[in-house]
Structures are given as structure tokens and as C-alpha cells.
């Protein structure tokens, strides 16, 4: 065991294998198709109305037995044992809906495959919506017999057990990839930390303080950040790589093959010692990143003191390659020889942790960005308060290095704003930042006035206390979005209207400090692209689900956290990056269980057309070396890749066709003469709808008989032939319209009236619904109107 | 940048202009006919309704019943690219051609008024103009060919300051569509560089109403003239000239103009032309008989004198 994991952490190239768990299917294999039906009567909820007595007598198996409640521990027992006396292979439970109780009974026929176990919904779908005991009984004796047909045709499934490589990607190197990087070190995985600047540490190390809502105080970013960063570059299993971006990626079974670019910096960074030296001979002058560009900084440089990795570099763009600080370098660290390096990695998960950018605020130009020198940036003021910043943390105007008696901020610059290159959403981060600035202002220059122009002040739940502790300071606060700032006789005036007081005014000041919006950065959607990943409307990483995956992406094993998914603030950052990390870690310690139905693709079939890639809305398809592939993890088995394959290589496993026309046969096998059979075929939302009808008592004709799939996607023209072929009058398909399945849903749905309309069938004979889970009414309604339609078209 | 025609043309033309200031459409003439490019001026076009639209008194239905038939003159004369000399115009024709293209209804009953006024044969089809692909503003043309307007300058305009005064209902309307966008158009200030004027660029208000705002000149006197002053005044001793997109505008600042100096008691030194007018004196027209600056009320004498030939 020791061995084996000693040689994934040292070969990076080994894949983990998609491991099935095979159970023993010897045991069913021998007899064949003997099936038994255990009816409960729970406990009169299911013999109140239906009679047991007839039921039992009139279902065709090799066993039939009745009990009190089959759920109860002790029934395990009888069903082991008639299982194993009368030598059944396959069974029916009779009682309540799979939603409750399958996995209990899949576990109480143990000795059988679990997918040889089915069960009949005669609680929620027939006794507790029918009152005719009769019909009920008639109907549940038909569903029942439906379901001993279909079991028939049960293939043993295995499970799939899929096991992520033992190592993640991280791409960005600010507060929340360092954070995802050290929480997977430290549980052994191996992480890669891909940053496109030459030094880690993101917007965080610029920024100079943090708010603290607990304490109501700021503190030093860096150092808090730095014990953080130390870790990192110590830790045995993390691996800094800096200027470099992803070129390529590919997604294989359990793992992305990674092409990756490093730039040059004409530095060994392995010699290089940080004595600065080549910096003091260098020739060339620009303006410097780290602080605005408010001072300059050479072509050789370091970042910052405390920069990490701790190396010079060079900015290739700049730099004239007059070679004094080669000859400089006791080191011979430089050379100017070096190329880009075009470097594979193989990772078993990725994670985005991008970042974000600040908005242009030239974007903005009423606001005089960069025609003022005195109108700066949250950014540019961060830099100017931080004392390793331009002017060592004395407020000063860059005009001319006085001390400003008053400034002024301008909330949502670019944020809520609706019209041509404003972003729409609130920027999450600029009231607290515009507070915290206001606050470090008046406690080192308590003469200067701070004025806020906001538009609405959010500082939700604890930042609330922040806000107050700021107000009394003396902060002034106006309810306006400025129209424009312009300069009067050598003074900034920024023109508002206090709304609060419906009062236009101008306000003469000496700085303006604009709150930048958050926005999403352009290499972030590059990687987007590269890693087949969707971007949400506002153009940053779109989660998986808002609420219950928010670290998850669109594709399978690719996590995002911090602001590349939208503005959040450090706090956040950091809350999801642990999720992120916690999400990795999930896969790789326990392995994830797929579980049917799924689709899988016979690659001897395969014409690679790439038509399943794009139907397929939860990108569980994709294309690896030399095959078309499914990940049985992101598959949710709704069948819409078999539906659009025109080589018919795809199979669902789970459902299969033969169990699919057998419980048909089954539904409409008893049907009398000027009887009415509606087949209404529900997706899993469409199901727990029609099961809570049953819980709320609601009823419903009994000419309706329900079964589940996983999709309506699932279904093709035969089927819909064969329903209307064995006599039933009317189809009905519900289904929650899942958002990113919506273009294959149309299709669907065009697709099988189109076919309807080509065999002669009336077009009111198939109907379709978009199921919601709490709108069960909505769903009784519909078979109630369907039924009548049905029957009055019988009665003509 | 979008595809901007060059023949094909419907200039399309604006009471306003005709009425206040025709030298706008003349120069236009003269500054196409120079440039080369092919264009129409239908005797039977109607009036696009815009200043009635915006005054209340038409509704959008009458409003796009005659911009329908408007199209049907366009389309039949084969010159399908509709160039206004106004910005209203332009906002109107776009508007119009959207709500014909995506509502039924609204086309239904518009090609129902046709029908009854006996114009069945003017009727709008779904998809028979495209607002993106044939509503453009005189402007446009002129930008599209800024890099030929070189060889054709008769004048030396190194000496004078340019500002410029960008349309709300070019920029605003359908700020999408607007060339050099909405938050800071630099469309004029691009075509006056390419005179070799002095480009004043940002000015404070720059991106301020001209305070016209239609009824608001009447039924709001005070706060549409303090809004002509604030800008007006802005640009006092800044600029020499003011190049305008839009015959409401230039009206606004150029007839209010007299008033505000003779509340402040002195000449504030800032004369007004369309960017045509402009273009053709830069190409040498003559500034009574193409530019028509004796329909101005800031005469416009002081600043030609400033101005040699090259």
C-alpha cells in the first residue's frame, strides 16, 4: 500500500484508473428471471384502499408475499430470506416512491445487485391519490405486474468509483489560490501554483491594510499575509510557477493534461541571490505596477522587498539588452539567452483563482481620471496610505505634495451602472474600502474631511458596526452619484445632487478617489476558453450552482474561487477557497460514486462528429486523445448524446430500452375496452411532484400511470410509436427545464411533435410540461384536464 | 467600426434644417458630390415627425406609419441607406424600423393605416430595412472617409480652437450603435483634427444637454437657458468654434446665445457650425451661397477671417 502511494506522488504520469466495483453477480446469473413482489400495506396508508388480498392473488411471480412494514429493520431479514429460499434473482417492492425508500430496499436484497431491485409506487401514486378502492386496487395490480415485467429486464449494473490523480493546478497566485494551494499541501496533494506575474500574492500584498469588522480596525495586509506566503514557498508539495500562463488543455479521464508557457525573465532564478546590484546599473526607467505607476522602477527589477519567489526580473518588453547588469551580476545569474519554456503538467484537478481587474476608469471620463492629476484610483489611494507605497503612507496630492484638506469619494465608479461600458452589478467591496481609506485618513490627518458620495451604503450584516465605527469619526456622507467632476479656478469640483435632500450641489475639494468597479479580467476568460469552462452573463466564472455548488464550475473537476467568480471581498475569497480545496480533496481522498443511469460510448461506433460534445449541457462529454469520451461523474444520463448520435454508439446504462417497452407493456396490457391510459413519463423533479400529490392528499384520475426517467431526452420517436401502438390514448412528458439543458430540451420537444404530426397523431395527444417541485397542483391539474380531454375524444 | 455606405443614399431631409439652417443640407451636398459619393433627395419624402413626437403631439404609431412610408420611398427609388442631417431623425428612423421589424401588432396596424390611406403598395415587410445596416447620420459618412479629407482641404484651420457638441439622441438613443460610443464620442473632435484644427477635447459639460430638450425651451425657459449658459460658458475663451451634429442643438446654442450675452453684457467669442459646414468650408465652399451663415444668429464673419487658405 505504502509503495503504491509513494509511486503516484513520485510519477506524475500515472492516471488513476476509473475503478468499477464488481459485485457478484454469480449468484443471479444461475437461475434467471425468477422474480419475487414484497407488498407493504404500511401500515394501512396502502391497504386502507388498496385490497392486498387481490393484488396478491392476481400478480403473475415466483413469489408474492404481503407484510405490515417492509421498511422496518425486520423485513430485511424476510427478504434475505425468501430471496435466497426461493431462489429469486430479481424483486419488486411494492409500496411507497423509490424517492424514499429505494436505497433501504437496494440494501435489504443484498445478496442481489442493487439494480435488480425495483419498486412500485403504490402509496404516493395510487392509494393516497385514488379513493375508488376498486380502481385503486385494479390499478395498483396493474402497476405492480409493470414492474415485475420490467425487472425482468434488469441488467446488473456496477457502480462507478472514479479516483482523481492525486495533485491540482492552481491557476493565480493572490489571497485565494495561495489559500486553496496550502489547505491541499497540507492534506499531501500536490500542487502546482501557475501565476502570471513574476511574484505571488495578487491585489492583497498592494493593498497595505484590511478591515477588521470584529476588531473595528484595520491591519497590516502584509502581515498577515506573509506568514501565509512563507508556508507556501516551504511547503514540500507546493510548486511556484511564475510568468507563466496555460497555452493548451486537454481533459482525459482522470486528470488535465496541461500545456503550460513560462516567459522568460533572462534570470537563473535558482542563482539569483536579490542583492540588486543589476537594478542599480540598469538604464531603463518605466512606470511601476506595484504603485500605480505613480513612481518608476527599472527593466530589472524586483516587484517589491517582499516579493516571492525573491529573484529579479526582467521585463522583456522594456529592457534594451544593453547587458550592464550582466556584467554586473557576481552571480551570473542573467543571461540573455534563456527562452520561454513550453512545460507539460498533468493534474488531477484545476482550480481558478484568477482574480479579477480594476475597472478603466477612463471608461469614465466625466470623472477626469487621468486628465486630473488630484482624481486617483481606491487602488492609487491604497498605495499612497501604505507605507512601503510612492510617498512612504503620507496622504499627499500627486500635484503637489500637500496634504489635501478634503476629499472627496465617488461610490460605484463603473459598478450599478447600466448604461455602455458600466457593469450592472454592485462591486460588493468598494463601500467597506472607501470606509476603511476614510478611516486611516482622519486617524492620521484628523484636520482633513472626508466626504463619501454613495449611492447606497452596503455594509451588510457585521460591517454594519464598521460603518458606525467610521461614521464617528466624522466622516460626511451624501446620498448622490456625482455627475462629473471638473476643476474650477485650480480647485476639483465634484457636481451631486444630495438626493436625500433633492438639493444639486458642487463641492469644492482637493482629491478625488474614485471607487473602482470590480471586473473580470481578461486572462481569466482566456483560461475560460482554454478550459472549456462558462463564463456567467456579467463575464466572470460562472459556479456550478449559486447556492449549493459555489466552487464548483461547469466541467467536472475544474473548481473556481475568489473574485474570478465576482467581486467578493477577502473574507469570501477565503471562505471559498477552502471550499474549493475541501471539493479537490472530496475527489481525491474518497473517490466519487456514479452512480446509472449514464451514458457510455462504444467507441468502435464512434465517427467522432463531436454532435454528442454539443448537446450535451453539463460538458460531460468531451474529446481526449484519441476518443470521444463521457465522464460518468458530470453525466447525468438524460440520454439527449444518444438522441443526436448519428451512429447510434451512445447507450444509457440504467435504463435500458427492454425495461422501458416491457413497463409500457405493462401499464397498457390490462386496458379495457372505453378505457382511457395516459403514459406520463416525469424526470426525477417531475417525479417528487407527482409524489408530493400523493402527500398532499390530492387526487387524480386513475387512467394516469407515472414512470421515471431520467430526462425526456431519454426518449425517442419508437418509444412514443410504441405507447400509442399498445393503446395508449395520451403522453405526457414533464420536466424541470434545467437551464443548461434547455436548447436539447427544445429539440426534443420539436423533434418528437414533429414525428407526432408525421405518424397522423393528433397533436393534443402528446403534451408537454415544465415540471417545478413545489407546483405539484399545477402537474394534478394537468392530468386531470388530460384525462378529460382524452375521454370526452372517446366519447365522440 | 460597422460598415458605412457610400452609395445608395436617401439624404434624408429635416425641417429643421430647412428651416433653420438649409446651409447644413448644402454643404452635405457639396461635401458627398466632393467625396464621391451617391446619393438622392426625395421631392416626396415626409417630415420624420420627430419634434411633434417629442413634443407630445404624435404618438409612436403615427410617428412610424409615416416613417413606413418614408421606407417605401427609400426602397423603390433604390436607395435604401437613409443619411439624416439630424440626430432626431436618426433615432426615430432606427426606432421605427425596430418596431416594424419585432411587433406584430404595431406593423399590423400601421400597414393597416396605409392600406386605408390607399398607400397598400407602401406596405413594410418584416426584415425590408435593417436599423443597424440602413440608418446613418451624415456624420458617419463623413468619419468613414476622414482619411481622404486631406487631399481635399482648401483651408488652414491650425489657428483655430474646435470643440465639439455630440448629439443625446445620436449617443443615447442607441449608444450601440453610436461610432467612438456614447461616455465620451470623440466622432467631431476626430473629423476637426483631421482639419488640422486645434481640438479642444474635454471641456467641462462637455457631455451636457444643449438645454433645448424640445417643450423644456418653452415650458421650462430658466432651467434650459441656465443649461445653453452652463455651456456656453464652459467654453468661453476655450474655443473659437463649436461643431455640431444636430440642427435642434446648434439652434439652441446658436439663436440663445445672443441672449445670454446680452443678459452678461459681453460677446462671448464662440461661433457655431454644423461639422458640414465645417467640412465644406475646409473644402472650399463659399461660405453665404453652400454654408448659409447668413441664416446664423453669432455671426460667423470674425471666424472666417481667421481663416486663410492654405
Redesign the interface.
Known amino acids: 500500500m505504502n509503495n503504491t502511494k509513494s509511486k503516484t506522488l513520485e510519477t506524475q504520469d500515472i492516471i488513476n484508473k476509473t475503478r468499477a466495483t464488481k459485485k457478484q453477480d454469480s449468484f443471479s446469473t444461475k437461475s434467471g428471471e425468477r422474480v419475487g413482489v414484497f407488498i407493504c400495506r404500511c401500515g394501512g396508508n396502502i391497504s386502507d384502499t388498496v385490497n392486498i388480498q387481490e393484488l396478491k392473488s392476481s400478480i403473475d411471480a415466483n413469489f408474492v408475499g404481503e407484510f405490515e412494514n417492509l421498511c422496518s429493520i425486520n423485513c430485511r431479514r424476510h427478504i434475505r430470506e425468501e430471496i435466497i429460499d426461493q431462489n429469486l434473482d430479481r424483486v419488486v417492492i411494492a409500496g411507497c416512491s423509490p424517492l424514499t425508500h429505494l436505497k433501504t430496499f437496494q440494501n435489504y436484497a443484498d445478496p442481489l445487485n442493487p439494480y435488480m431491485v425495483e419498486m412500485v409506487n403504490i402509496r404516493e401514486q395510487c392509494s393516497w391519490v385514488h379513493s375508488d378502492k376498486e380502481k385503486a386496487t385494479k390499478k395498483a395490480i396493474s402497476l405492480v405486474q409493470a414492474g415485475v415485467e420490467k425487472v425482468k429486464k434488469a441488467k446488473a449494473l456496477s457502480k462507478i468509483i472514479s479516483r482523481t490523480e492525486k495533485s491540482a493546478a492552481i491557476f493565480g497566485g493572490g489571497i485565494s489560490g495561495i489559500t486553496a494551494a496550502l489547505s491541499l499541501a497540507n492534506q499531501g496533494v500536490k500542487v502546482t501554483i501557475i501565476e502570471k506575474n513574476p511574484t505571488i500574492g495578487g491585489f492583497m500584498v498592494k493593498i497595505g491594510k484590511v478591515f477588521s469588522p470584529e476588531k473595528l480596525a484595520e491591519e497590516c495586509s502584509l502581515c498577515i499575509l506573509n506568514p501565509i506566503i512563507n508556508d507556501v514557498i516551504n511547503h514540500k508539495n507546493i510548486k511556484i510557477m511564475t510568468k507563466t500562463r496555460l497555452l493548451r488543455a486537454g481533459r482525459r479521464s482522470s486528470y488535465f493534461n496541461l500545456i503550460l508557457e513560462k516567459d522568460t525573465s533572462f534570470v537563473h532564478e535558482d542563482r539569483c541571490i536579490a542583492c540588486g546590484k543589476c537594478a542599480d546599473v540598469c538604464p531603463v526607467e518605466v512606470p511601476d505596477e506595484w504603485n500605480q505607476k505613480m513612481t518608476m522602477r527599472k527593466a530589472i527589477y524586483k516587484p517589491f522587498s517582499q516579493a516571492v519567489p525573491d529573484v529579479y526580473t526582467i521585463d522583456v518588453e522594456n529592457c534594451i539588452q544593453c547587458g550592464k547588469c550582466e556584467k554586473v551580476c557576481n552571480m551570473d545569474a542573467i543571461d540573455f539567452k534563456l527562452k520561454s519554456e513550453i512545460i507539460s503538467l498533468k493534474s488531477g484537478s484545476v482550480v481558478i483563482a484568477t482574480g479579477h481587474e480594476s475597472y478603466d476608469l477612463?471608461?469614465?471620463?466625466?470623472y477626469?481620471y487621468g486628465?486630473f492629476d488630484d482624481v486617483i484610483s481606491q487602488l492609487d489611494l491604497a498605495r499612497i496610505l501604505g507605507v512601503n507605497g510612492p510617498t512612504l503612507g503620507k496622504l499627499q496630492k500627486i500635484s503637489d505634495g500637500k496634504v489635501p484638506e478634503r476629499v472627496v469619494m465617488i461610490q460605484c465608479t463603473g459598478s450599478r451602472d447600466e448604461?455602455?461600458?458600466g457593469k450592472r452589478y454592485c462591486s460588493k467591496v468598494c463601500c467597506m474600502v472607501a470606509l476603511k481609506h476614510a478611516s486611516i485618513i482622519k486617524d492620521k490627518y484628523p484636520d482633513t474631511e472626508v466626504v463619501i458620495c454613495y449611492t447606497d451604503l452596503r455594509t451588510v450584516g457585521m460591517y454594519e458596526n464598521y460603518l458606525r465605527y467610521v461614521q464617528d469619526k466624522g466622516i460626511k456622507f451624501i446620498r448622490g452619484r456625482p455627475g462629473?467632476v471638473?476643476?474650477?479656478n485650480d480647485k476639483l469640483v465634484v457636481r451631486v445632487e444630495d438626493t436625500l435632500q433633492r438639493k444639486p450641489m458642487e463641492i469644492e475639494t482637493d482629491m478625488v478617489v474614485l471607487s473602482e468597479a470590480i471586473e473580470p479580467s481578461e486572462g481569466t476568460m482566456e483560461l475560460a476558453k482554454k478550459l472549456n469552462v462558462g463564463l456567467s452573463q456579467d463575464l466572470f466564472i460562472k459556479e456550478k450552482h449559486s447556492k449549493i455548488k459555489p466552487a464548483n464550475t461547469d466541467v467536472e473537476r475544474i473548481f473556481v474561487c475568489g473574485t474570478a467568480q465576482g467581486p467578493k471581498d477577502i473574507t469570501d475569497s477565503v471562505s471559498q477557497a477552502n471550499a474549493a480545496a475541501a471539493k479537490v480533496s472530496e475527489q481525491i481522498k474518497c473517490g466519487t460514486e456514479a452512480e446509472p443511469p449514464v451514458a457510455v460510448i462504444k467507441n468502435s461506433l464512434c465517427s467522432h462528429c463531436g454532435k454528442c460534445i454539443e448537446i450535451c449541457g453539463f460538458k460531460a462529454v468531451y474529446r481526449d486523445e484519441e476518443y470521444i469520451s463521457i465522464d460518468p461523474m458530470a453525466c447525468r444520463g438524460c440520454g439527449a448524446c444518444a438522441g443526436s448520435c448519428p451512429e447510434g454508439a451512445i447507450e444509457i446504462k440504467g435504463l435500458n430500452d427492454q425495461e422501458l417497452f416491457a413497463q409500457m407493456d405493462g401499464l397498457l396490457s390490462d386496458k379495457k375496452e372505453g378505457e382511457v391510459r395516459i403514459l406520463a413519463f416525469l424526470d426525477n423533479v417531475g417525479y417528487t411532484a407527482a409524489d408530493t400529490i400523493g402527500n398532499n392528499r390530492v387526487t387524480y384520475p386513475e387512467s394516469i400511470r407515472i414512470i421515471k426517467i431520467p430526462s425526456i431526452n431519454r426518449l425517442m420517436p419508437e418509444h412514443i410509436t410504441y405507447a400509442f401502438d399498445h393503446g395508449a390514448d395520451g403522453i405526457l412528458l414533464a420536466e424541470y427545464p434545467d437551464e443548461c439543458m434547455l436548447e436539447a430540451h427544445k429539440a426534443k420537444i420539436q423533434e418528437l411533435s414533429d414525428y407526432v404530426a408525421s405518424k397522423g397523431i393528433a397533436s393534443n395527444k402528446l403534451r408537454f410540461y415544465k415540471a417545478y417541485a413545489p407546483h405539484f397542483r399545477g402537474l394534478a391539474k394537468q392530468f386531470e384536464n388530460f384525462n378529460q380531454d382524452m375521454l370526452a375524444e372517446k366519447g365522440k | 467600426m460597422k460598415t458605412i455606405p457610400d452609395k445608395n443614399i436617401l439624404l434624408f431631409k429635416s425641417c429643421l434644417v430647412n428651416v433653420e439652417y438649409p446651409g447644413v443640407e448644402s454643404s452635405t451636398k457639396y461635401i458627398f458630390d466632393k467625396m464621391g459619393v451617391e446619393y438622392f433627395i426625395d421631392p416626396n419624402q415626409s417630415c420624420c415627425t420627430g419634434l411633434g413626437h417629442y413634443y407630445d403631439l404624435f404618438d409612436q404609431i403615427s410617428t412610424s406609419a409615416l416613417s413606413a412610408r418614408n421606407f417605401a420611398l427609400a426602397r423603390k427609388s433604390n436607395h435604401e441607406n437613409i443619411v439624416t442631417l439630424c440626430s432626431t431623425c436618426y433615432a426615430i428612423m432606427k426606432k421605427s424600423i425596430n418596431l416594424l421589424n419585432s411587433n406584430k401588432k404595431a406593423r399590423d396596424e400601421i400597414n393597416g393605416i396605409l392600406e386605408r390611406a390607399g398607400l397598400s403598395h407602401m406596405k413594410y415587410n418584416v426584415g425590408d430595412l435593417d436599423s443597424e445596416k440602413n440608418v446613418f447620420h451624415m456624420v458617419e459618412i463623413l468619419y468613414s472617409k476622414v482619411n481622404e479629407i486631406a487631399s481635399n482641404i482648401k483651408k488652414d484651420f491650425s489657428n483655430i480652437r474646435i470643440a465639439s457638441h455630440h448629439a443625446c439622441h445620436y449617443c443615447k438613443v442607441y449608444?450601440?450603435d453610436a461610432i467612438t460610443?456614447?461616455?465620451?464620442p470623440m466622432i467631431l473632435d476626430e473629423i476637426a483634427a483631421a482639419f488640422g484644427a486645434e481640438v479642444v477635447d474635454?471641456y467641462?459639460?462637455k457631455?451636457a444637454t444643449c438645454g433645448a430638450g424640445f417643450s423644456q425651451r418653452f415650458a421650462n425657459r430658466d432651467l434650459s437657458l441656465s443649461a445653453t449658459a452652463d455651456k456656453l460658458m464652459a467654453l468661453e475663451g476655450k474655443a473659437d468654434l463649436l461643431l455640431h451634429m444636430c440642427p435642434n442643438c446648434q439652434m439652441q446654442l446658436d439663436r440663445y446665445q445672443p441672449v445670454l450675452e446680452k443678459e452678461l453684457g459681453r460677446k462671448l467669442n464662440l461661433v457655431h457650425l454644423s461639422v458640414a459646414q465645417m467640412a465644406a468650408l475646409g473644402m472650399g465652399a463659399d461660405p453665404y451661397k453652400v454654408l448659409g451663415i447668413q441664416t446664423h444668429s453669432v455671426p460667423v464673419e470674425g471666424l472666417l477671417e481667421k481663416i486663410k487658405d492654405i
Open positions: 477612463t471608461k469614465r471620463p466625466e477626469g486628465r448604461k455602455t461600458d462629473e471638473t476643476k474650477i | 449608444p450601440e460610443g456614447s461616455r465620451n474635454w467641462d459639460f457631455k
